[in-house]
């Protein structure tokens, strides 16, 4: 396989090219005025399937967006590699904060990119590292390369909850069946500090509701006289943690895996200067839970934050007016160990217990999933650690995760087979952000890399 860095040089202009025209259709699965979209995207991954060696490529509908499977079984003895990713994107908002516009993909130079990098939305997330697995593919049956059997499942709902995908694993258990999965969602230290996550927090999601009167009301012929809901809800929600940053909700921490100090000092150990953490976030200081590194409060530690919040009058100028209701979208972000259906009603029982006379409060669930670890010493660990090492020349280092992918635990449960994360962006990639990008040398460099995985596998699983 020493040819696939020539093959990346010689096609790269191309894969470029691909992944830019995939980038220009806004497949926003969260708002259905970009339905059309978001079906042409299934389209355009099946298509690109096809011509990347793909024997059989079949869009499968669901109860909402569907989901791209494609496989190409050479040999029933041979292990098999399941690749999953989606297509859909998060929603651009607020389109003022872009430097240029979310689905006009363009090239630029950054510090961390001196070669350049792809802003657009969904340039990381995913549809860029999802990609990488396409043209890894294309280069291992172009060039009869491929060790082993490889499927692909790519949905188009992971960025609102991935409830249809989890009804399609459980229903289609056979045609899933694996050996390992592959996921590149995920991101790495630095371009000269690879690693691999091996745990992903849960997450809970819910939207809570809070209503005063009947309707909106004069502040000046009722201020004063009546509760005010967006007072309320903003008292309510800075309740939720307490002094320390410790969050207030009874029995939220009961299933919380304290970390050990050994476990905590090999964490320590990747490089991390909180000088440059702050210079990148504009910010003068860092805040949360005491007790904690900036880095374990990002990956080890649950979470509680608001994500949106309105209410009243939000147009120019001046309305005087007490609204009748005011609203707000949380997420909690889990450690393994807590079960996102129980922390959700915890959450629940808390917000609706704590409301004063003179509101009443509904707490809507919308989305959720299970944390995950996977450990370092099976196959499949190894094999993407020694991949790492012959692309990158140096062996990546372990790291928990902050984020959340709801559907790894499923596959678990449902596929009984590990989950293998490995990413290729970076932290400062701005995912779900304005001015998302994904380094052009970090997208080369996954499809160069990805091949040695699937041959350092098979070599593994055959021992």
């Not at 298509?47 to 909402?64: I, Q, Y």
């Not at 292990?79 to 989606?86: A, I, K, Q």
Request: hydrophobic share 35%; glycine share 8%; charged share 20%.
């Amino acid at each position: 396989m020493n040819d696939i860095s020539s093959y990346v040089q010689t096609h790269k202009e191309r894969f470029i090219n691909e992944l830019i025209e995939l980038l220009k259709i806004p497949s926003i699965s969260a708002d259905s005025a970009y339905k059309k979209d978001v079906l042409n995207t299934a389209e355009a991954v099946k298509d690109s399937l096809l011509k990347a060696g793909c024997e059989h490529v079949e869009v499968c509908e669901t109860a909402g967006y569907p989901i791209v499977y494609g496989e190409k079984m050479i040999d029933p003895n041979l292990p098999t590699v399941l690749v999953y990713g989606h297509y859909d994107v998060q929603p651009p908002d607020p389109l003022d904060l872009w430097h240029s516009p979310p689905f006009e993909p363009v090239i630029k130079a950054t510090e961390l990119h001196p070669d350049g990098a792809i802003f657009a939305r969904g340039a990381c997330d995913d549809k860029g590292q999802m990609y990488m697995h396409v043209k890894a593919m294309e280069f291992m049956t172009a060039n009869q390369e491929l060790p082993c059997n490889v499927k692909f499942m790519i949905e188009g709902e992971e960025e609102v909850g991935s409830e249809n995908l989890g009804v399609f694993v459980k229903a289609n258990q056979e045609k899933l069946k694996n050996d390992v999965i592959l996921i590149s969602d995920t991101g790495m230290i630095a371009r000269d500090v690879p690693s691999i996550t091996t745990g992903l927090r849960g997450l809970s999601y819910v939207e809570v509701e809070v209503t005063g009167p009947n309707r909106d009301l004069h502040s000046g012929l009722y201020g004063g006289a009546v509760a005010n809901p967006i007072n309320v809800l903003t008292k309510m929600i800075a309740s939720l943690h307490d002094e320390n940053k410790h969050i207030t909700i009874p029995g939220f921490y009961d299933k919380v895996e304290e970390l050990g100090a050994e476990e905590r000092a090999e964490m320590a150990k990747a490089p991390f200067s909180l000088e440059a953490y702050q210079k990148a976030l504009d910010i003068d200081a860092v805040y949360g839970e005491e007790g904690y590194t900036t880095n374990e409060r990002n990956s080890i530690r649950p979470t509680l934050d608001v994500n949106g919040i309105w209410g009243g009058y939000t147009g120019e100028g001046a309305k005087t007016v007490i609204a009748s209701k005011a609203y707000a979208k949380i997420s909690m972000r889990l450690v393994p160990h807590q079960d996102w259906n129980e922390i959700t009603d915890l959450f629940k029982s808390h917000f609706e217990s704590i409301a004063p006379a003179g509101v009443t409060v509904k707490v809507t669930p919308h989305h959720g999933g299970q944390g995950y670890v996977t450990p370092i010493n099976n196959i499949g660990y190894q094999a993407a650690s020694k991949a790492y090492e012959q692309t990158f020349g140096t062996t990546p280092i372990p790291q928990r995760s902050g984020g959340s992918i709801p559907i790894v635990s499923l596959f678990e449960e449902e596929l009984g087979s590990k989950t293998i994360l490995m990413g290729f962006g970076l932290d400062s990639d701005a995912i779900h952000s304005p001015n998302e990008h994904f380094g052009v040398w970090n997208y080369l460099k996954g499809i160069e890399t990805i091949p040695w995985f699937y041959k350092y596998f098979t070599e593994l699983y055959q021992q």
